[in-house]
């Protein structure tokens, strides 16, 4: 448990319909990072946030994905329109950069089936 | 788009054996971080090597890192069924980490 937790664990929706997946990361990390990571794939960088600032976003994100870091705490990352393409694992990552070192925390990912 | 590829894909290996898995990547870094993954769950930190260092060891995991060659191999030594897992290499640019492809390691006990 690298303190990193994510909600739901798990989530199977229908096409078309909205998800909403959340991040609390660990309470000290100023940077939060969104990850989607496929079947037999690496993790693929979406976007990630300096505390409630969102400095980057990835093509990958589409007019459909909106994330948040409201108070610079937790995320929320919210698909509309859910596809059939969306389905993969939604990894949420934290880190504190230190001497430009960024280790990140993953936390254990929500796994999104759209059917 | 993933910055890393890892050689070998797969590898399966006897316990007690070493195992060596690579990485190759295409632009300048910061650092090179290896991950490991077990399956269905979320990925933890191993090792993280700066660009001006050559070798780290962590235990029983040695990184080498070649910034001419664009490399880095992680290796496993004493290996235990408990290290099956997926392995991937992490490259830190200018304000972004971008994973590899991963190497799916088995070790048979």
């Known amino acids: 448990d690298t303190g990193v937790s994510q909600n739901p664990r798990h989530k199977i929706t229908k096409r078309g319909q909205n998800v909403t997946f959340r991040c609390d990361p660990i309470?000290?990390?100023?940077?939060l990072y969104w990850y989607r990571q496929t079947l037999g794939q690496g993790p693929e960088f979406l976007t990630y946030?300096?505390?409630?600032?969102?400095?980057?976003k990835s093509r990958l994100l589409s007019d459909r994905f909106s994330a948040e870091r409201p108070k610079g705490s937790f995320s929320t990352l919210e698909i509309q329109r859910t596809e059939q393409g969306d389905s993969a694992m939604y990894l949420c990552?934290?880190?504190?950069?230190?001497?430009?070192?960024?280790?990140?925390?993953f936390g254990p990912g929500t796994r999104l089936t759209v059917l | 788009s993933q910055q890393g590829e890892e050689d070998p894909q797969a590898l399966s290996i006897q316990e007690g054996e070493n195992a060596t898995m690579n990485c190759s990547y295409k632009?300048?870094?910061?650092?090179l971080q290896w991950y490991r993954q077990n399956s269905g769950r979320g990925l933890v930190h191993l090792i993280l090597?700066?660009?001006?260092?050559r070798e780290k060891h962590s235990g029983r995991l040695r990184v080498t890192l070649d910034t001419s060659k664009k490399s880095s191999s992680l290796l496993i030594t004493a290996s235990r069924a408990a290290d099956t897992a997926s392995y991937f290499c992490?490259?830190?640019?200018?304000?972004?980490?971008?994973f590899g492809t991963g190497t799916k390691l088995q070790v048979i006990p």
């Open positions: 090597i700066r660009s001006n260092e």
């Open positions: 309470s000290e990390h100023n940077r």
């Open positions: 990552a934290s880190s504190r950069p230190q001497n430009s070192d960024d280790t990140q925390y």
């Open positions: 992490a490259t830190e640019g200018y304000q972004k980490v971008t």
């Open positions: 632009t300048s870094i910061n650092n």
């Open positions: 946030f300096q505390n409630e600032a969102q400095l980057e």
